[in-house]
């Protein structure tokens, strides 16, 4: 199907994972002389794509959409995806040659946790021996928060480390789960930390009090220490004092997952500059993201493709806006008290905030709620139809429960003529304006007994 085809298309979803995607699915086809175009989208776009070209190539998304019912008798369609599918593995047979969905549900393997988008379209490269495309299997893992549950890289995800660690590309180790390893000071990333509150969060005050006891000092060399600065001494002292403070705070039954939330390992691009937000797999997926919430993924194609004379500069700027955008948004929520309590979940409404933004913002304001519920944000679709963009974050303690909100929320969206999906404990959904009250409604309803 790729080898013969001279006229593709690649359609890849717009965040992380998907932007990863179709740089190792770009960087194959290049290598390969192929010609073709690259088009990141998001889910809601595509009920209006016209296919035209002889294969069409969809990454990190397909799965969990109708595109079959765009197809023609003249194109051929290849779905890399890892979402949980409409079709079954049967259909690939129906159209013999002219439609190929491959994706681990098919085959048992958890697409949550064990293979990202940009792992499946990593396998595809290693079949043309290209391992040295894993390393951006291994950030599009990341991306995707495939390393939550455990704290590591699993299943299919493992292997995929391993090529990158083999061929020099990747490090990794057990660490503290602080986002912000390598940039960020560390009486701000200790303020962020965890989706429990606990008292030194949002609080630096308080957590300049708790390194002053730990004997942890800030500084080094006339500048903010940072995670990867600590000795392995003053990691030690700092992890039991975290678990001390969140078993204080958690139900009982969740005090066995604690460790979890602290601990977890980390992952450096070794052909990245040292003390640089490229050099973290966590900082590097958010410079990524920047770049697509500001409608800007071709710059940070352009990083993962290696064409950065002109694209670093850009991405500086982008994840800089990024970060001021964040800031004042959830300011602004934290100001005017917009997020409301319900029987079973949260929820607030963002009036102004983007919809590409709207899913970073509901999980980092999660921890200014009750972290027990999960909490929805919604936004409007700037596209010139009266759609809200619909996005779910939870702790990953209720994911230790058992419950998979992806799965949720695509059945109540599709109750309220609207179509959604997504992972366990982060997902969305589009639905009309005019129901969002219907969709809380039943929301609210079916967690009833859920969540205790």
Known sequence: MLKS?????????NDCDGISSGAILSSLLDRLDKEHEIEFISLD?????????????????????SIDKISTSSSRILVLDHHPPLRSLNYNSKLSGRFLEINPLFYGIDGSYEISGGGMCYLLAKKF?????????????????QNTRTGKLEGINKSILQDATNHGLVDSAADLSIYGRQT???????????????????????????????????RCDNRLRTLSDLTSDEKTRLFSELVKLLSREVPEKYIKYVPKLVTGDYYEFLNEEEKTPLRDASEFSTAVNACSRNKNPEVALDILKGD???????????????????AEKIRMIEDNELIVPLNNLQYFHGHGIKSEVVGTITGMVLSHGDWRKPIIGFSHVDNGEDLLKVS??????????????GHIIRKIASKVGGSGGGHAVACGAYIPSKNQDEFLKIFNSTLKGIIN
């Open 5 to 13: 085809a001279e006229d593709i298309k690649v359609y890849s979803h």
């Open 45 to 65: 776009k595509l009920k209006d794509l016209k296919i035209n070209n002889e294969l069409t190539i969809f990454s990190d998304l397909g799965s969990g959409q």
């Open 129 to 145: 021996g290209f391992y040295n495309l894993s390393w951006i299997g291994v950030l599009s893992a990341v991306g995707d928060m």
């Open 184 to 218: 960020r000071p560390l009486i701000i990333a200790l303020s962020y930390f965890s989706d429990v509150t606990l008292p030194i969060t949002n609080n630096k005050t308080e957590v300049i009090l708790l390194l002053k006891k730990l004997g942890i000092d800030r």
């Open 308 to 326: 950065r004379v002109l694209a670093m500069d850009e991405l500086e700027r982008l994840t800089r806006k990024h970060r001021q955008y964040l």
């Open 392 to 405: 779910l974050r939870c702790s990953r303690l209720l994911a230790y429960d058992g419950i998979h909100f």
